[in-house]
Structures are given as structure tokens and as C-alpha cells.
């Protein structure tokens, strides 16, 4: 039976099982959205306010489930909005299929209505991408785009559809057991090289592991606390290996790079060997490269061939799924423990206790973002899903928060975008609806993607936003501060009535301005039905530290 | 002659690709994204199996040809690819 190329798409997305699409109609993608009006059972569509929070939700759907992400959107603007969230997803590797309707073939470089290049555009920002002109095309490039963007390393993949293509009538035939050749092997680890990194960790005084998302994106949670009880190995964590290890597991210190705790920082060049896992050493959690692990022999697990020697001279390099190849290396490593290399950490931890708890006396009855976060951990009992936007609540969040189970930290680390965080929620609750999930924003990130609090609305999305609110872009504020002489060119920001703009899309919220008012606060925040705002307008000129400031060494980390 | 010029050295890279438009666009992207400037080109279609080779020749950082051959390699339609010192 013959069908239109827009049927045949809802059909090939049914095929890759697909669920839910985050998307926005226009001119050129009309035909498709005329087939998913007779297939809205099958596939929940979500209607964003903005092509850039389809993106992020797709991504935040992404993060939590393992899942692809879709999006669809039309020709042109449609797709030039969706260009930051694809570059977003491609720096944090998020299995993301964009689906962007184009102009009808014959008009193709004629400069048509809402025509842009969206493969030229889009090719630097993505794993794959390719545009199809006939139905018939569009089976194998869904297989074909689905494959890629979760085999080996994620990343969005964009299919370009023309508008006669999604019009055109053939048959359907999906291809079976498709395959890339080029994706099929991941594992190229030799197990020369396997004992060769067994030996250098059983040899090793001051062992240490860095874990990375790569740990969450293959599961590797088990293999990790494997390979770091057996062999005594103390474990630190990226912003984006976060919540893959317990935050009270006895060997894991806490969390590396710009914004990290004081010890993963200050005694990485101590360690005699870096088991890096997962991570791509980037450059804020090297700090300055040329004083980067002087004295360790490095070995580096990443399914990305490419990210290999990039950054860090790497003596053995371990391609392949960082869950296999833990799994593959745990015979080989000999039982043992550090505790005097451990307890290195636990001296300096006890300086960093002592800054903050200074900081604590200094702000006792002021309302700053590491009171609120502290309480947020501990009255959800650490086990919601705490999605970051960009910034100083980012890293706030990141840091006191305390993260117990997996896939609980989301945030734009890579590209750091603000403005993700709010629509990323979205896609995390549709993604894991059992999971409490809380948006941290800030005053600026807010206003960047506001506009999605209508898709919350209409979807009764029951998310919860926490808005810390210091009326400054905080970070860039507290650069300026320790950098530029304290000269805050264009960082305040003048704001609206945030409850009431909640108020308007029928979402209720409350604000407060003192610390007493807190904990009662979080509580029916925490516990109201649905989403609620609630904006906190914290200390306008709070710092986070410890700092790893740009261009200097990791060991050179700043307490305050 | 600055610093970086003197640890630039000439590299020919070999690639052979499935033939499809836009391959060479995303090699070429990426070369152009860390400046570095093609010196020689030279692309051709294998007459009916549907690959093509190509051939680049450029000045490239010592410390980052590797790097750069191997992100080269992780795009999809890139079947092989070589690199070698250039002798002109």
C-alpha cells in the first residue's frame, strides 16, 4: 500500500520507538504534522514555545532515559532556532534526532520563503546529518539516523526533509537489522593493553580515577565502584560524572575542575597514576594544561578514538564502551587499599570544611544559593533530579547538592548554555514522570527560555523551579569582581515579577526575601501537586570557590 | 618566520571516502575550524564502487595532526585514512 513520505516517517519513528517528539509546526513541515494528527495516540507530541527548548528537551528526555530524543521543527528559522541545542547536544554527547522540514526540492538554492542551507548550517554541530527529496528515502535515513546518533560516542544526527517528499506517495519497508559498519565495533582494547594498565595500577602508591558521563551514558556505575573497592583507588568526579558514584562513598572526594572541591584539585598532580574514565579533559578540569599530572602515567578509557592524546599525553589509551572495559580489566587488578593517599584528601578537606564553614557564621541568616540547595538535598532525601542551567547556580548545584542516585545532575556542561535548564526539566519529567524533578535557574538563564512555562502549562507538567534570583548574571559578576577590578559592565539586570509571570501561564509560585521564611517554603515547593515557582532572592554578591582560576594549575585551586 | 610556523610541518592526508555531497565539506570543516589552510587538493570518484579519494595537502601543527586525522575519521562516510610528512 502506497503512502505518503510523512506517513512513512511517523511509521519509521513508531519502528525506532519512539514515544514522545518535542516539536513546533510551520510551513514546511506541514504535511508531517497532518500525519501525526492521525497518529497523536501514538506518539505524544509536545508543543514548545521556542525551537531551542524542543532541543533541550529533547535532550533532558535524552539524559535521563538513555533514550533518543526527537524534535521536529520546519525550514529556516524552525531549524536555525533549533542550532544552539544541537551544538549543545553534540559538545555533551545526547543521542538527539532533529527532524527539520525543508523547502519542496525544485525550489532548493533558489533563496525560497524560509529556506536556510540547514545541512551546511548544522554540519559542524552534528554527528551526521543528511536531507532527503524522495518518501522513499526516508526509512533507511531514520535507521540510518538513529543508529548513528547512539552508536559509539552520541550525538544528534539532523534529517533535512524536503516538503514534496513528505507529500510523495511509495511503499513502506523499513530495513531490518540495520547497521553502520563504521559504529559496529566499538571495543578495540587489546588485552595487552588491558594488563599493561592493570599492572601500572597495581604498582601504583597514589592511584586515581576521574570519571566522566561516559560512566552514565554506558552504566557503568557498578563497574566503577568495582574497580575502585577492589583496588582502594580514590575516585573524583567531573561536573558531568556527577551522580554516578554515591556522594558518601568512602574513596570518592568529590568533584573535579574550575568550580570542584579543594582536594580533587589540588592533589590530581600528586597521584602517580590517572585512570581517566570516561572524561575528555576539558579545559576546566585541566586548568593550565603544561602543569597538568607532571608525574602521572595516565590511562585513558573513551569509546572516542579522537579524544585520545587531545588534551592529555595518554600512556595507555582504551578505546571502547567504559563499561566493558572495566568489566574486562577487574580480573587483572590485584585487591589493595590507600588509605595514606586517601587520607592526603581528607587533611585537605578539613581546610575546605573550615572556609565553609567561616562562610556558613558569615551568612547565617542570609538567604545564599548553597543554604537553599543543602536544605533542597536534604528534604528530598537526595534522590530528585536536579537539572542546572549555566552559571553560578549550575555550580552550586553541582556542589551541594548531594547526589545518591544516577542521572541525577543535568546541565549544558560542554557548551554551557543558558537557558537550558527550564526546558530540559520538561524533557527529564516526560522522560522519568516518577522522578521529582527541579529546574535551578537563574534571573538571567530564566529569561532566556521563559517563554516555555506556556509548554508546562499546557502539558501540566509538574516541574518544579527553583529561581535564584541575585539580580546580577552572577558569574560573569563574580569575574568581574575577582578580575576585572570589580567593573560589573552589564551584569545587572533590572527583572519583571516572576511570580506574576507565572501566575499568567496559571502556574503558582512563591517568592521570599528571608532566610526564616526558607524552610517552610521548600517544603510546599517540594510538596505542592504540579509545577510552582519558587523564587529565592538570594545574596546579590555571593562568590563560588573553591576557584581553579583560568591559566593556572590545578594545584594552585582557591579556597576563597 | 613565527614560532608556530616553525612547528608546522607539511602533512599529506589520504582519505578515502564513500561518494557522497557533503563528505568533503565536513573534512574540510574541520580543517577550517583550527585555521589550518589547504595547500593542495585533489578529489576523484573511483569509477563504479561509488568511492572517491581525496587527497589534501597542508601545513599542520606536529602536536595536532594526529588529533586531527582521527576526528577526521569519525565522520560516517570516511572509509580510510593515512597521513604522512609531505616531502614538498
Known amino acids: 500500500m502506497k503512502m505518503t513520505g510523512a506517513e512513512i516517517l511517523m511509521k519509521s519513528l513508531l519502528k525506532e520507538g519512539v514515544e514522545v517528539i518535542f516539536g513546533y509546526p510551520g510551513g514546511a513541515n506541514m504535511p508531517i504534522y497532518d500525519a501525526l494528527y492521525f497518529y497523536e495516540k501514538k506518539l505524544r507530541h509536545i508543543l514548545v514555545r521556542h525551537e531551542q527548548g524542543a532541543a533541550h528537551a529533547a535532550e533532558g528526555y535524552a539524559r535521563v532515559t538513555g533514550r533518543h530524543g526527537v524534535c521536529l521543527v520546519t525550514s529556516g528559522p524552525g531549524a536555525t532556532n533549533l542550532v544552539t541545542g544541537i551544538a549543545d ?44 527529496t524522495h518518501a522513499s528515502e526516508i526509512p533507511e535515513a531514520v535507521a540510518k539516523a538513529f543508529y548513528i546518533a547512539s552508536h ?30 563504521k559504529l559496529k565495533t566499538v571495543n578495540k582494547y587489546k ?24 560512566v552514565l551514558i554506558s552504566k557503568a556505575e557498578k563497574e566503577v565502584l568495582q574497580v575502585i ?14 551522580s554516578s558514584i554515591p556522594f558518601n562513598h568512602p574513596l570518592y572526594v568529590g568533584m573535579l575542575g574550575m568550580h570542584g572541591n579543594y582536594s580533587p584539585n589540588k592533589l590530581t598532580n600528586s597521584a602517580d597514576v590517572i585512570l581517566a574514565v570516561g572524561m575528555r579533559f576539558d579545559d576546566r578540569v585541566t ?57 592526603e584528601f581528607k587533611k585537605l578537606d578539613k581546610k575546605e570544611l573550615a572556609v565553609e564553614k567561616k562562610r556558613q557564621l558569615k551568612n547565617k541568616n542570609k538567604l545564599t544559593m548553597d543554604t537553599v540547595l543543602t536544605l533542597l538535598s536534604k528534604k528530598t532525601k537526595n534522590e530528585a533530579v536536579i537539572v542546572a542551567d ?54 538571567g538563564g530564566f529569561q532566556m527560555t521563559i517563554q516555555e512555562l506556556g509548554t508546562i502549562m499546557q502539558e ?85 570557590f573553591p576557584m581553579v582560576a583560568t591559566g593556572t594549575s590545578v594545584d594552585e585551586v582557591r579556597l576563597e | 618566520m613565527t614560532k608556530s610556523d616553525l612547528n608546522n610541518m607539511r602533512y599529506t592526508i589520504d582519505i578515502v571516502v564513500e561518494n557522497k555531497p ?67
Open chain 1, 460 to 544: 501540566k507538567l509538574p516541574i518544579k523551579i527553583l529561581l535564584l534570583n541575585n539580580e546580577y548574571l552572577g558569574m560573569v559578576r563574580q569575574w568581574q569582581q575577582l578580575f576585572f577590578e570589580k567593573r560589573y559592565s552589564f551584569t545587572h539586570m533590572k527583572n519583571p515579577d516572576f511570580i506574576n509571570i507565572a501566575k499568567s501561564y496559571g502556574i503558582k509560585g512563591e517568592k521570599i526575601e528571608e532566610r526564616k521564611k526558607l524552610n517552610q517554603a521548600l517544603d510546599k515547593f517540594i510538596n505542592f501537586q504540579g509545577p510552582y515557582l519558587l523564587e529565592v532572592k538570594v545574596e546579590k554578591e555571593d562568590n563560588i
Open chain 1, 287 to 343: 586548568g593550565k594544561l603544561s602543569k597538568y599530572v607532571p608525574k602521572a602515567k595516565v590511562i585513558h578509557i573513551d569509546v572516542d578514538e579522537s579524544e585520545h592524546h587531545k588534551n592529555v599525553w595518554a600512556h595507555v589509551p582504551l578505546i571502547g564502551n567504559v563499561k566493558d572495559v572495566l568489566k574486562s580489566i577487574l580480573p587483572y587488578l590485584k585487591k589493595n587499599n590507600h588509605n595514606n593517599w586517601l587520607e
Open chain 1, 191 to 214: 588485552k595487552e593493553d588491558l594488563q599493561k594498565a592493570a599492572e601500572i595500577i597495581n604498582n601504583s602508591k597514589k592511584p586515581y580515577m576521574l570519571v566522566g558521563h561516559g
Open chain 1, 152 to 181: 559509539g560516542r552520541p550525538g544528534p544526527v539532523v534529517i533535512d526533509i524536503t516538503k514534496n517528499a513528505q507529500f510523495e506517495k511509495t511503499e513502506f519497508n523499513y530495513p531490518k537489522n540495520f547497521f553502520v559498519e
Open chain 1, 390 to 443: 549555566v552559571g553560578q547556580n549550575q555550580m552550586f548545584a553541582a556542589r551541594y547538592y548531594k547526589y545518591k542516585n544516577p542521572d541525577s545532575y543535568i546541565t549544558s556542561g560542554g557548551l554551557g548554555t543558558m537557558g537550558f535548564a527550564l526546558p530540559a526539566a520538561m524533557g527529564a519529567k516526560i522522560g522519568a514522570p516518577k522522578r521529582q524533578v527541579f529546574a535551578t535557574v537563574g534571573d
Open chain 2, 22 to 88: 557533503g563528505v568533503l565539506y565536513r573534512i574540510t570543516g574541520l580543517l577550517a575550524k583550527r585555521k589550518i589552510n589547504i595547500e593542495r587538493i585533489n578529489v576523484f570518484a573511483v569509477k563504479g564502487n561509488g568511492i572517491s579519494k581525496m587527497f589534501f595537502t597542508a601545513d599542520i601543527e606536529d602536536r595536532i595532526v594526529d588529533t586531527v586525522v582521527k576526528q577526521i575519521n569519525k565522520i560516517i562516510e570516511v572509509i580510510e585514512i593515512n597521513y604522512h610528512k609531505a616531502n614538498h
Open chain 1, 89 to 132: 547536544a553534540m559538545m555533551d554527547s545526547v543521542p538527539m534526532v532533529a527532524i527539520t522540514g525543508q523547502v519542496a526540492a525544485e525550489f532548493l538554492g533558489s533563496d525560497a520563503f524560509q529556506e536556510t542551507d540547514v545541512v551546511g548550517i548544522t554540519t559542524p554541530i552534528t554527528k551526521w546529518n543528511c536531507q532527503i
Open chain 1, 229 to 242: 573497592e577492589k583496588t582502594g583507588m580514590v575516585v573524583a568526579s567531573t561536573l558531568h560524572g556527577l
